[in-house]
């Protein structure tokens, strides 16, 4: 019973390259999103998707991009890593996108980013 | 979503409830009083969530004020495994995500 999965665990960038967080779940979720949590703080939404082929943007889009070719995949990217995004980032997701109100979240256990 | 409003942290002792509230005054009547739990170095985890009744299940029980504009969580006993940040969320309709405060940071004594 895997749920959500995010792979690296751990990454370490140098300032401008680029990478590729993996998240995916085994659940059949229609919505899957992204966020990033800084030291001390709340979680911040980056981008969400309702569904395959849909995405849009949260909170702090900005430096970042998403896909969502498949229900069970959401890659974030990083295409040029700043110091700045040094963060820990959560993938989560639920089962229906539109009707969110009374359904929880389940979260994966993040990858933890430092950008040199 | 509306804002809540919780204590920055509180501290309880080992295997005694623990009450947690939260404020959220300006609460619409659709919204949804849901609570997530951070433990260290792992991703927030679902508690328990409600509406207009109070709630139980196996991690917790949620007491919903009756004119909604507070609520509480109870961690009936509460052990060292319960140690985390507790966040207190209102859940409008929309798809744009949770919006996380900075919660309530519990510690528990041994």
């Known amino acids: 019973n895997a749920g959500v999965t995010q792979t690296p665990k751990f990454q370490v960038l140098k300032t401008g390259q680029s990478m590729t967080l993996q998240c995916a779940q085994d659940?059949?979720?229609?919505?899957m999103s992204w966020y990033r949590q800084d030291p001390g703080m709340g979680l911040r939404l980056i981008h969400y998707?309702?569904?395959?082929?849909?995405?849009d943007q949260g909170e702090v889009p900005n430096g970042y991009n998403v896909s969502r070719s498949t229900t069970e995949d959401f890659p974030l990217r990083l295409l040029s890593a700043a110091p700045s995004q040094t963060s820990v980032y959560f993938c989560a997701s639920s089962p229906e996108g539109g009707r969110m109100r009374n359904q929880p979240q389940h979260f994966g256990d993040g990858t933890r980013l430092s950008i040199l | 979503d509306a804002k809540t409003t919780q204590p920055n942290s509180m501290e309880s002792n080992e295997e005694e409830p623990v009450h947690l509230p939260c404020n959220h005054s300006?609460?619409?009547?659709?919204?949804?009083i849901h609570w997530y739990r951070q433990l260290p170095s792992q991703g927030p985890e679902y508690v328990i969530h409600g509406l207009t009744s109070n709630v139980n299940n196996r991690m917790a029980s949620l007491a919903i004020a009756e004119d909604r504009k507070s609520s509480t969580l109870i961690l009936h006993r509460a052990t060292l495994r319960d140690a985390a940040v507790y966040y207190c969320i209102l859940r409008g309709g929309g798809a744009d995500g949770l919006t996380f405060g900075k919660g309530t940071h519990l510690i528990i004594q041994p």
């Open positions: 659940m059949n979720h229609e919505y």
């Open positions: 998707s309702v569904g395959a082929g849909i995405t």
């Open positions: 300006t609460i619409s009547g659709t919204d949804y």
